[in-house]
């Protein structure tokens, strides 16, 4: 029979005291406070303008969440309390009375409620939230603990690290209750948990499969329990049985013929539906259901210098990674739910096969997971500490272990998994310091984790940080520029500078560049008066997310002087300038990484949305509204593309790169756009999974011209540009060339 639950979404009441008294309102949960005050107007749009600035008063208060509900007569005698997501300190009471206590926004909390609730009549569920400031305010933090100068705050508390403000999202610390709250039964035989990996085999036509498994049950006879594992997907079955002489065992199944799990383009995205079913004396107790994708995964990595190397190796075919970094969903995570599939829709429209999900933000929610699962985007999962030393006393490191070992075992069956990775720019915060501290003496990424992972899931890579320090380099006094996988930051400059076009990196997993907004997105967030100009203007710094980063307003005029050689004198001209910057950018960091293949093996570039109205890197801003680099990306990241080398020699190469598993034969040619002038026309046979060069042609390296790429292989064709010379570019000239290139398609 199906668990039963009963959900506990909706309306609630909410009330606030301490500094700002808020006397009880209407409340919506899943919900963020900040939404709650906008929707009662006690604040207006905290997105709007710097209308952010005025929850600051608010943080110091305490909150209330409260609700009653009528809880049918037969509702099982025993039932668990849980919330998916309550941020972030937190006491739970049903009637009045203390069910339990959360201490960890990313985690689902269950409190056994049998004897707290009353069948058959109302109930009420109140949840107290303590100010994630004040909670914290009398601890002291150790002299080894730091973080940026606006989030030390967020060292002590497992809470989203970007809610406390980042250079892409705002500081919106209040919290709420952000995922479901349901009851839910708590049968008296189930599944506790079981794990599905692959194990090495050498044997023809055949893998084996470890599998690992706890259930709880009332009965207290072991000798007469039954377990029954069948998987199917497609033709392809596996079907296993044994007598259970324990609650919990190991054993190892063999699949024929398996239908194995590729990330997108290099397979099928096969997966097994696994039903797991546990008998005693010929009576069924439980059925599970699990969906689990059979493959293999390996990192080879090598920093010695002649080696240079950071590959993915999926079913030991090398993958070339084109993808992007997965931000949070929204500021207000609340509302990530209609906004998750949405975006990753984007990611497969541009062609990206991995994403990485940032270790600022939150565990994201199954629908994720399954999506990528389903679709073959590989997963590159942080676990969530970034840009800072957290505390590594016992307590904080208890509960961090409580929170690691939840993610992995929720986590681990999804295929799409293929990389854990201890923070975001923690090693290279260390090798920056030069104060002593140095990476390995980070004992969550050094010691507890890699623990939790030798328990509960020892075969999936584990990549200390990103970047990540080796003892190696970290013995030498070298930082993370001489790891072979790096964040490309640099000074954004001249995307074409020596930083990008010569940066060693053998794996970028960060890089970016600004873009402006559309105006109509612009018109959502800034007021009228304040629309234009971006210099100085309070509420276009307001939406650089801080003060300290006011700086990139006067940065994006520079890029766009340093393209264009011009000062915009409107927003329609300010825009359309910065897209036009940002898509050559982000153009030329992915081609340049595919030009090189497989000295390069992947590119993660930053990022494909905004989490609220801001100057950014995305490429696509909060209101979904798509910049120009979007186009520029989906057509670079393409299987099988054309593109020239950088200058050199008098000429350029005409360079196929092939990530498809077939060799591909066709026809390239190369043509001035304005002239239709053929540079070059030629063949090319590019063998499966690699590059090859068509040839190669001479051009004057100080004249600006648009070339067309244009390529036919059998039934697949495709197109490409490049831009000749040096900057600054004729804006006017451009914004003509622009419509050639979106004639490409």
Same mark, same amino acid.
């Given at each position: 029979m199906p668990m039963k639950q009963l959900l506990l979404n909706g309306r609630w009441l909410l009330r606030?005291?301490?500094?700002?008294?808020? *006397?009880?309102?209407?409340?919506?949960? &899943?919900?963020?406070?900040?939404?709650?005050?906008?929707?009662?107007?006690?604040? &207006? #749009? &905290?997105?709007?303008?710097?209308?952010?600035?005025?929850?600051?008063?608010?943080?110091?208060?305490?909150?209330?969440?409260?609700?009653?509900?009528?809880?049918?007569?037969?509702? *099982?005698?025993?039932?668990?309390?849980?919330?998916?997501?309550?941020?972030?300190?937190?006491?739970?009471?049903?009637?009045?009375?203390t069910a339990g206590k959360a201490d960890n926004a990313f985690l689902r909390h269950r409190f056994a409620v049998d004897d707290l609730l009353r069948r058959g009549e109302t109930n009420t569920v109140t949840v107290r939230i303590e100010s994630p400031i004040l909670a914290v305010k009398d601890i002291p933090l150790d002299h080894h603990s730091k973080a940026q100068a606006w989030n030390f705050e967020s060292l002590r508390l497992r809470k989203p690290a970007h809610s406390y403000g980042w250079d892409i999202a705002p500081r919106m610390i209040l919290g709420g209750l952000w995922r479901d709250v349901r009851l839910e039964e708590r049968p008296d035989h189930a599944l506790q948990c079981c794990y599905f990996c692959l194990q090495d085999t050498q044997r023809t036509g055949e893998k084996q499969l470890c599998f690992s498994w706890s259930f709880r049950t009332?009965?207290?006879?072991?000798?007469?329990?039954?377990?029954?594992?069948?998987?199917?997907?497609?033709?392809?079955?596996?079907?296993?049985?044994?007598?259970?002489?324990?609650?919990?065992?190991? #054993?190892?199944? *063999?699949?024929?013929?398996?239908?194995?799990?590729? &990330?997108?383009?290099?397979g099928e995205q096969n997966l097994y539906d696994v039903e797991i079913r546990v008998s005693h004396r010929g009576e069924e107790l439980f059925t599970a259901h699990r969906t689990?994708?059979?493959?293999?995964?390996?990192?080879?990595? #090598?920093?010695t210098p002649e080696h240079f190397k950071f590959r993915f190796r999926v079913n030991d075919i090398p993958i070339m990674v084109k993808g992007s970094n997965w931000v949070p969903a929204d500021a207000l995570h609340s509302r990530d739910r209609e906004r998750t599939i949405p975006i990753l829709e984007l990611f497969r429209e541009l062609g990206c096969n991995m994403l990485r999900v940032w270790g600022g933000g939150v565990y994201e929610s199954p629908e994720f997971y399954d999506y990528c699962d389903r679709h073959g985007i590989m997963i590159w999962q942080d676990f969530m500490t970034g840009c800072a030393f957290y505390p590594m006393d016992e307590e904080f490191m208890g509960r961090f272990r409580t929170e690691v070992e939840q993610i992995v075992l929720e986590l681990r069956q999804h295929p799409a998994l293929i990389l854990w990775a201890g923070d975001n720019e923690v090693d290279q915060f260390a090798a920056h310091m030069h104060d002593g501290r140095k990476p390995s003496h980070n004992r969550l990424t050094r010691e507890l984790i890699p623990q939790v992972l030798h328990r509960l899931d020892p075969a999936r890579p584990y990549l200390p940080s990103s970047p990540y320090i080796s003892p190696a380099v970290e013995a030498r006094g070298q930082d993370d520029l001489h790891s072979p996988e790096q964040h490309v930051w640099g000074p954004r400059d001249y995307f074409k500078s020596p930083f990008y076009a010569a940066n060693p990196a053998a794996f970028i997993s960060e890089t970016g560049y600004h873009g402006a907004p559309a105006v109509e997105s612009l018109r959502k967030f800034l007021s009228p008066e304040k629309l234009w100009p971006g210099h100085g203007n309070a509420e276009w710094i307001a939406h650089c997310t801080t003060p300290v980063y006011a700086y990139r307003i006067e940065l994006m005029y520079r890029q766009i002087r340093e393209f264009f050689g011009i000062e915009p004198q409107t927003i329609e001209e300010f825009v359309a300038a910065s897209q036009i910057v940002q898509a050559e950018a982000k153009k030329f960091f992915v081609e340049n990484v595919r030009a090189h293949k497989w000295r390069k093996?992947?590119?993660?570039?930053?990022?494909?949305?905004d989490c609220w109205p801001q100057f950014s890197d995305a490429v696509v801003d909060y209101y979904f509204n798509r910049k120009l680099a979007f186009d520029y990306i989906r057509r670079s990241q393409k299987p099988l593309q054309v593109i020239l080398g950088e200058w050199t020699d008098w000429g350029h190469r005409v360079i196929v790169t092939n990530d498809t598993l077939a060799p591909v034969k066709g026809s390239v040619t190369v043509s001035d756009a304005d002239t239709g002038e053929t540079l070059f026309d030629g063949n090319f046979e590019v063998p499966a999974n690699a590059n090859a060069e068509a040839g190669r042609f001479d051009l004057p390296n100080g004249e600006q011209r648009l070339l067309l790429l244009r390529f036919e292989a059998g039934t697949l064709s495709g197109a490409n540009h490049y831009l000749t010379g040096h900057p600054p570019y004729s804006l006017e000239q451009y914004l003509g060339w622009r419509e050639k290139i979106a004639a490409l398609g």
């Open positions: 606030g005291t301490g500094a700002v008294n808020v *006397p009880e309102m209407p409340a919506e949960v &899943p919900g963020n406070i900040e939404l709650d005050l906008y929707r009662n107007g006690i604040i &207006p #749009d &905290p997105f709007f303008g710097e209308n952010v600035d005025l929850l600051r008063p608010y943080e110091f208060n305490n909150w209330v969440y409260e609700r009653n509900f009528e809880l049918p007569a037969d509702f *099982p005698a025993h039932a668990d309390l849980v919330f998916d997501g309550i941020d972030c300190l937190a006491e739970i009471l049903v009637n009045g009375r009332s009965l207290n006879c072991w000798d007469q329990f039954d377990l029954d594992v069948t998987g199917r997907c497609g033709e392809s079955e596996f079907h296993f049985q044994r007598k259970a002489k324990f609650t919990s065992g190991f #054993d190892v199944i *063999p699949v024929r013929n398996p239908k194995l799990w590729y &990330p997108a383009g290099y689990i994708g059979i493959r293999s995964v390996k990192l080879e990595y #090598d920093e093996s992947g590119i993660l570039w930053w990022n494909v949305m």
